[in-house]
């Protein structure tokens, strides 16, 4: 049917017709068709291709990672194994007894065992981890913070606002880049009794330099009051016993990211961390250390507003069962990116390179991501195409997110699993 100039074809023509191209569903293409013509009926038929193409690319869908950022926020930090096939689980109940359990009982035993802490809850992001905690310990009450770690962390974390939105009190001490324990101790006494806690937080995405001092978890740990710690990144332990075997040491760029069982050895009451950072797990935050303080988090009632789904915490037992079985540098996507050495990222950029027909092997340095290692780099290898091919390759049949620098496109392949180099050849070929 041939649209005419006065009347516009009908929804169905264009929705029938958008069908030949798309896979939406037909309810979804027969509202494209609707919107298109009141919005222009004369050009009824471009603009529901428009607006279906803009509704296809706004749907999630699996991308390959080629920026060399290891954890890169915007394609949703750690990248995961997907686990379970599809049965229900016992999420709440108690397979023994058969009567209801929690869902916090798994992993609280693999991070206690896994981090020296007496237990741990399991909630959506680190933000709703230390805003459980501050409204569970600290409402109504005063909390210590260094100015100098009264931090925002992006994507809208800011101490301060956290601080208010929880019902704590947020109490200033020392100045930006020097803050010693006597300020903390003045700010407990001459409060009395309103001081409930300090709260050490890591600046994870700066750092100052100069004339600095910070006062560390055991020595707030001295003090009359508990002290919590916001470590943020998530690493386990800064030993790294799951590295051995696979890297001669730790990396230099984890010297300074705070742990979790060092931080409760040194006497945090409590430490928060996220799930998908250096942890390389799901979105999720945890609170782990004294059980009475785990208790009353556990049954404050934002928890009920704050718990994770069963698939998260599916995902998460995964990932802390490879710690355990120190085997997270064979199956936890992230730290296999880590140890990948060089001399392998190079055979791969060639033999990519000789399927694709294009490109040439090039040395980069990879970013950790996700704030955690400002600044550090991990040397890398990569494919380097004269141009800039970045819209090209987002618009492959499985996205590849790369990089231009001067008309150089970089496609770095430590953040690209093995199994994807397929993808990439494929990606490549298409471009010439
Ligand atoms: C990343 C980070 C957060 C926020 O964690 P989410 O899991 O993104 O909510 C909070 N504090 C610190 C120190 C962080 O590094």
Request: hydrophobic share 45%; proline share 5%.
């Amino acid at each position: 049917m041939a649209p005419s100039a006065t009347h516009p074809p009908s929804i169905d023509t264009i929705a029938r017709a958008l069908a030949v191209q798309s896979t939406l569903p037909h309810s979804l293409l027969v509202d494209c068709a609707r919107r298109a013509v009141t919005q222009a009926p004369s050009d009824a038929m471009s603009t529901a291709q428009k607006l279906t193409n803009d509704l296809e690319i706004a749907l999630l869908t699996e991308v390959v990672n080629a920026t060399g950022v290891l954890l890169h926020t915007n394609l949703g930090r750690a990248p995961q194994s997907v686990v379970g096939s599809g049965r229900p689980t016992n999420l709440e109940f108690d397979l023994a007894s058969g009567e209801r359990g929690s869902r916090q009982t798994s992993v609280s035993k693999l991070i206690s065992n896994l981090t020296g802490a007496e237990a741990a809850i399991v909630v959506n992001n680190n933000a709703a981890a230390v805003m459980l905690v501050l409204a569970a310990l600290a409402s109504d009450r005063d909390v210590a913070v260094s100015r100098g770690e009264s931090v925002e962390i992006g994507g809208g974390f800011r101490i301060p606002d956290v601080m208010e939105q929880s019902g704590a009190r947020l109490v200033d001490v020392g100045t930006t880049n020097r803050t010693r324990l006597k300020d903390y101790s003045k700010a407990i006494e001459s409060r009395r009794n309103d001081v409930a806690l300090t709260l050490k937080v890591h600046p994870s995405n700066f750092a100052i330099q100069g004339f600095t001092h910070t006062t560390s978890v055991a020595e707030l740990a001295t003090l009359s009051v508990p002290v919590i710690a916001d470590i943020g990144s998530g690493l386990l332990d800064n030993t790294c016993p799951w590295l051995h075997g696979y890297l001669d040491q730790t990396p230099t760029w984890l010297t300074d990211e705070p742990a979790a069982r060092q931080a409760i050895s040194d006497g945090a009451a409590l430490v928060m961390f996220s799930g998908d950072k250096l942890l390389g797990g799901p979105q999720c935050g945890i609170i782990a250390g004294r059980a009475d303080l785990v208790q009353t988090c556990a049954s404050h009632p934002l928890m009920r507003a704050l718990r994770p789904g069963g698939h998260t915490l599916l995902m998460l037992q995964s990932v802390l069962l490879s710690y355990c079985a120190r085997t997270v540098c064979i199956d936890v996507p992230f730290w296999q990116m880590v140890v990948t050495p060089v001399g392998s990222l190079e055979s791969r950029a060639a033999e990519i390179i000789r399927q694709s027909g294009t490109g040439s092997v090039v040395a980069l340095e990879s970013l950790i991501g996700a704030g955690s290692a400002p600044g550090s780099t991990v040397p890398s290898v990569g494919i380097a195409l004269t141009g800039d091919h970045r819209a090209a390759l987002r618009a492959h049949d499985i996205a590849v997110i790369s990089r231009t620098v001067n008309n150089t496109t970089y496609l770095d392949l430590r953040s690209v699993a093995p199994q994807d180099d397929a993808i990439v050849v494929a990606a490549l070929t298409a471009l010439c």
